[in-house]
């Protein structure tokens, strides 16, 4: 039997409660939640550099022009039906529960869950990258664990003010980041199209290039679990989805685009590359300004992420499946308890290198996208007279065909990272691992966590709040 959630997130409670739900917090707006989304997916031109090093920049170009309509307009478009249908708080996970049921819910959950423990620890990692080429002696020894550890911190504090706070800065992070970059553009168009590239003659790494380019692009799903703190989100949704989606392959190309007119060699490039282009073409004062500007790259997609993972052991709790003081939120409308109990497991992994959490990373987020494309599907073909507010043109059979590119791309990305290793072990291998733990722990869940999930199956008050 189909598991039927109200859209309707606010059932009956007592005025009080109704207070502290509605009237207190603020709610994302649709230039704060796509500032948000931007960072969840993207967070700028940052991270890129290793396509173009990796590929050159004939191959750079082709990942970075047609993985948008091979990837992320499917993605987009499917989240966009779905948030704007069933725009509950936990998104991804409220999707999949109702359209296959609560044990594919759960390890929706589980695999969104254990990708964000990797996933998590690549942004601390840039961050403290920067700094070290602002001031390497900050982050010799294992004084980069630390620095990680302190923006895992600072993301915290800022998360346990509200969505409303972490998406207000997101847009002001998200100008003071592109800024230098604006400078940047300009400078290289302006040094023309005279200077001379040198031809890829050096040994191409495609396999890295194609994983980072895919982890580029990947990420959109995450600003639907905030959708109970969005303002009409059935509206705002589609439109954030799309108009983030445009801004983050423009923020990609157009770089790129002048780095190869400026006639700067493909081989020079990798992470952290952006400022030496930067000092090369304008100046040391623009080289310090995209170095600053890489440290906000990795705090603010830190900061949104931490927002978006955070609201799905909430969800979890509200159904059973964790202790409901997971589900307790502060004055600000944060879910305190939610956020420092992810944070203590992010801060488990800040030590890995960059490329292997990648690869461990797409393998778990790959499942999880792909029960989403799975759901929303199933739900076109079960519950047709859903109200959609957005809606995918076409049938049932377009709603399979639109998930098969990014499937197709998931499958290559595995073959591609087959040969990344962690500690001598595959980490293909770890990852499926982590993967099939799920379904042991949802049939290992205690007799209470079972009662409960009966109980809200049976209820249509799925919105409980623990206050």
Request: glycine share 8%; charged share 10%.
């Amino acid at each position: 039997m189909a598991i039927t959630y109200t859209v309707d997130l606010m059932p009956q409670r007592s005025p009080r409660q109704a207070e502290n739900t509605t009237t207190r917090f603020r709610k994302l707006r649709l230039l704060p939640l796509m500032a948000a989304t931007f960072f969840m997916v993207s967070g700028g031109p940052y991270g890129i550099e290793d396509i173009i090093g990796g590929a050159g920049y004939k191959w750079a170009f082709v990942l970075l022009l047609c993985l948008p309509f091979l990837w992320s307009l499917p993605t987009a478009l499917m989240i966009g039906e779905l948030a704007s249908a069933l725009p509950a708080e936990g998104g991804f996970y409220v999707w999949v529960r109702r359209a296959l049921g609560p044990f594919w819910g759960f390890q929706e959950a589980w695999l969104s869950l254990a990708a964000s423990i990797f996933d998590m620890a690549i942004y601390p990692t840039l961050f403290t990258l920067y700094l070290g080429r602002l001031a390497p002696s900050l982050t010799a020894g294992h004084r980069t664990v630390w620095w990680s550890l302190a923006v895992l911190a600072a993301c915290l504090l800022w998360n346990l003010l509200g969505a409303a706070s972490v998406g207000s800065g997101s847009v002001w992070l998200m100008c003071l980041l592109m800024a230098p970059f604006a400078v940047l553009v300009m400078a290289g168009m302006r040094h023309g199209v005279s200077a001379s590239v040198p031809s890829a003659s050096h040994s191409l790494d495609f396999a890295t290039a194609f994983l980072v380019a895919l982890w580029n692009y990947m990420g959109w799903d995450n600003a639907s679990t905030v959708a109970a703190e969005v303002e009409r989100p059935q509206h705002n949704y589609p439109r954030a989805m799309l108009g983030a989606a445009a801004l983050v392959a423009v923020c990609y190309v157009v770089p790129t685009l002048a780095a190869r007119i400026a006639g700067l060699p493909a081989d020079a490039f990798s992470t952290g590359s952006w400022a030496d282009a930067a000092r090369m073409l304008v100046g040391p004062w623009l080289g310090l300004a995209i170095v600053a500007g890489g440290m906000i790259n990795g705090f603010g997609m830190c900061n949104a992420l931490m927002l978006s993972y955070t609201r799905v052991p909430v969800a979890l709790a509200r159904d059973g499946f964790l202790p409901r003081v997971i589900a307790r939120h502060n004055r600000s409308g944060a879910p305190w308890v939610a956020i420092m109990f992810c944070a203590a497991g992010w801060a488990l992994a800040v030590n890995l290198t960059f490329e292997r959490l990648i690869s461990i990373d797409l393998v778990l987020y790959g499942g999880s996208l792909i029960l989403e494309f799975v759901a929303l599907a199933a739900l076109r073909w079960r519950e047709p007279q859903l109200t959609r507010p957005f809606r995918i043109p076409g049938g049932t059979m377009v709603c399979v065909l639109i998930g098969i590119p990014p499937a197709v791309l998931i499958a290559a990305a595995l073959l591609m990272a087959r040969g990344e290793r962690i500690a001598e072990i595959p980490a293909l291998g770890l990852a499926s691992a982590i993967a099939l733990l799920g379904p042991v722990a949802y049939a290992i869940q205690t007799p209470w966590s079972r009662n409960r999930q009966s109980t809200l199956t049976n209820s249509p008050e799925t919105g409980e709040t623990a206050g």
